[in-house]
């Protein structure tokens, strides 16, 4: 492991690390977490997110997204109201 100093405003030193301290971590391991976390993309650094983080979070808030695309399913459902539009115009009776 390596070894580093970070300087931290005292308040958010302060805020932190009894933070951790209440959920039983240190506060290396918090920055560690996070840090792992913001490589992988899961957590954003900057002021704005990105739109491709943003679409992550959105999709992983819907869990039943996980394994497809919305993009698809909307497609897939549009070509099936299609086609039922389709058969329904198909068994009309002209009634006039």
Known sequence: MHRTSITF?????????LRATSEGRTLSDVIRSLLERWL?????????????????AALESFGMWS?????????????SLTRRDEELEDARVDTR
Request: charged content about 55%.
């Open 67 to 79: 394994d497809r695309s919305p993009d698809t399913f909307l497609e897939d459902s549009r070509s």
């Open 40 to 56: 992988e993309g899961d957590v954003f650094a900057g002021r704005e997110k990105s739109e491709e983080a943003r679409k992550r």
């Open 9 to 17: 405003p005292e308040k958010l030193f302060r805020r932190a690390k």
